[in-house]
């Protein structure tokens, strides 16, 4: 991807140094609350699901695989820093390892691939700058 | 308990003035409120030292980093109060996203309750006039952004542009369609005298051919930035009927909210429709009237694809079908649901939900003047998406 001296890299936090940790090594850690045992993205400081208020989040590697719900084609971005790298798309992806658990990221495959709700994708990682990688999805191939 | 609103009719807009929605004003915005606070007051009939309360939403609903400054950027109740010399007994501002609905909901509550006789609402919006309204140059993403923005996903045209185009994919549809609802709003904006695109409708290759943003939405899909204010008086319905104009009572309110936490901007279909379906329910326990009884339906378009999830979830068409609907001339103001007849904020500009507010009003009041609709009995104003947003039911007459 061209253009990404200024794309804005992600500042971890207390609830997120794990998960970037993780994408640095190009493995997706998701936060799962350890009382129901519920994924969570992004943690909050309290569990989604089970509502508890300590969800002693442990960040547990999972393979990234899932289907698109919908896309969408950037073609000018109010952020400078992918102005150099329109147009591009971005996926909205249902994570096969729980229903409704969600990311969006940019598809790799780029524009010219021709994508459809219920598409395959797995999870790769753009390095954006030394020691920091973003989540990104590639699809798989249809046989 | 019943849902039933006790406040039912208890409460009525008796005034109103809209300021010229320009582009750039060439006075600041807090001057602009000023004016148009006074006249909707003189509109009413009243002195100013009879408003006792203030309400609005003073957001400035831009993703860039425009400074909020109180009288320039931004203009909050106390702010008003202030300005006017007036020190009134209560003055709060509302904070979501529905901001036109949410501020009628604290204006009607503190009537109604007793908290304020006569209660000024006001809505400022602004045009910030360095840099362009969303951008922003950020190169470090921290808190709650830190898990889109590094992606790209960022600002509200990639957030409207994931559900529309899960609705166009879901149901078949083509993006050509929504030119039915761009040429509608045009034409009606262009008939009022106070909206940007006054004399300026378009047609529906101008649509075609307009600049696409975020697949599938396009530069005209979005409202205009623009600088205005607009303000309405709010009292009692005792107290409206002895001023000088029709009273239009507000027959209950309904909001909705998403029911789980979403990363930053992200709006599933299914999350805005699920709330747009609440809405409907509490609006009809909340005033006993259905949604196909209300002959004046403006709906929040400050979007456009907004249009067709109001559409649905209201249940004036059927789920999946809004954009055959609108193809077939089912919102065309003189043959169909008058649902844009105010022009709606693709037809004015980014006035948020006043336009749907004003419409309601002028058509319930019957002070539309040459845009009078024929039957204009229940008029609904609905605000933002679903699920962060709101409706107020008005009648012409109390139920």
């Not at chain 2, 408003?51 to 909050?76: N, Q, R």
């Not at chain 2, 003055?91 to 501020?103: D, N, V």
């Not at chain 2, 209201?314 to 103001?333: K, M, N, S, Y």
Request: proline content about 8%; overall charge negative; some cysteine.
């Amino acid at each position: 991807m061209s253009g990404d001296e200024h794309r804005p890299v992600p500042v971890p936090d207390e609830q997120s140094a794990a998960f970037w940790a993780a994408a640095a090594e190009h493995a997706l850690a998701l936060a799962r609350c350890v009382h129901c045992g519920c994924f969570a993205h992004p943690p909050g400081v309290v569990c989604a699901r089970c509502r508890h208020p300590k969800p002693g989040f442990e960040f547990t590697r999972i393979d990234g695989a899932g289907t698109v719900r919908s896309w969408t084609v950037i073609r000018d971005s109010f952020l400078p820093g992918f102005r150099g790298a329109v147009p591009f798309v971005l996926v909205d992806v249902e994570l096969d390892i729980q229903p409704d658990l969600r990311l969006i990221g940019r598809l790799v495959d780029g524009v010219g691939a021709e994508v459809r709700l219920g598409d395959r994708v797995t999870a790769v990682f753009d390095d954006v700058a030394p020691g920091i990688a973003v989540p990104a999805f590639a699809l798989e191939r249809r046989s | 308990m019943s849902p039933r609103f006790r406040a039912r009719c208890q409460v009525a807009i008796a005034g109103y003035a809209q300021s010229p929605i320009e582009r750039r004003a060439s006075r600041p915005l807090g001057v602009i409120a000023l004016d148009t606070a006074l006249q909707a007051i003189a509109d009413a009939g009243l002195a100013r030292d009879q408003i006792d309360g203030f309400v609005t939403a003073s957001l400035l609903p831009s993703a860039g980093p425009h400074e909020s400054v109180d009288g320039v950027s931004i203009v909050t109740a106390n702010w008003l109060a202030q300005q006017l010399g007036v020190h009134p007994r209560f003055a709060c501002g509302f904070q979501g996203f529905g901001q036109l609905a949410g501020s009628v909901m604290l204006a009607v509550n503190a009537v109604a309750s007793g908290a304020a006789n006569y209660v000024l609402l006001h809505r400022a919006l602004h045009n910030p006039p360095v840099g362009r309204y969303h951008a922003n140059p950020m190169t470090e993403a921290r808190g709650a952004l830190q898990w889109t923005a590094p992606q790209g996903y960022f600002g509200p045209l990639a957030m409207i542009a994931l559900p529309y185009n899960e609705y166009l994919q879901r149901y078949g549809a083509s993006r050509d369609a929504m030119a039915a609802v761009l040429v509608e709003a045009r034409a009606n904006g262009a008939r009022i005298p106070w909206s940007y695109w006054h004399d300026r409708p378009i047609t529906a290759d101008d649509y075609l051919a307009a600049r696409v943003i975020a697949d599938p939405i396009g530069v005209l899909d979005c409202d205009i930035p623009v600088d205005g204010v607009a303000a309405f008086v709010i009292t009692t319905a005792d107290r409206a009927r002895d001023l000088q104009h029709p009273p239009v009572y507000v027959a209950g309110y309904a909001q909705g909210s998403p029911r789980r936490a979403r990363l930053p901007l992200h709006w599933p279909l299914d999350d805005i429709m699920e709330a747009g379906f609440d809405i409907a329910r509490r609006l009809e326990e909340s005033s006993g009237l259905s949604p196909q009884e209300i002959d004046v339906p403006q709906l929040y378009d400050g979007f456009s694809p907004l249009v067709y999830f109001w559409l649905e979830s209201l249940g004036l068409c059927p789920v999946g079908e809004a954009h055959r609907f609108v193809q077939d001339d089912g919102i065309r103001t003189d043959s169909g649901l008058p649902v844009l007849s105010g022009g709606g904020a693709l037809g004015n500009g980014r006035m948020h939900g006043v336009p749907q507010m004003l419409e309601c009003y002028l058509q319930l009041s019957g002070r539309a003047a040459d845009r009078q609709l024929r039957s204009a009995r229940v008029g609904l104003a609905c605000h933002s998406s679903p699920h962060y947003g709101g409706a107020v039911l008005y009648t012409g007459e109390p139920l």
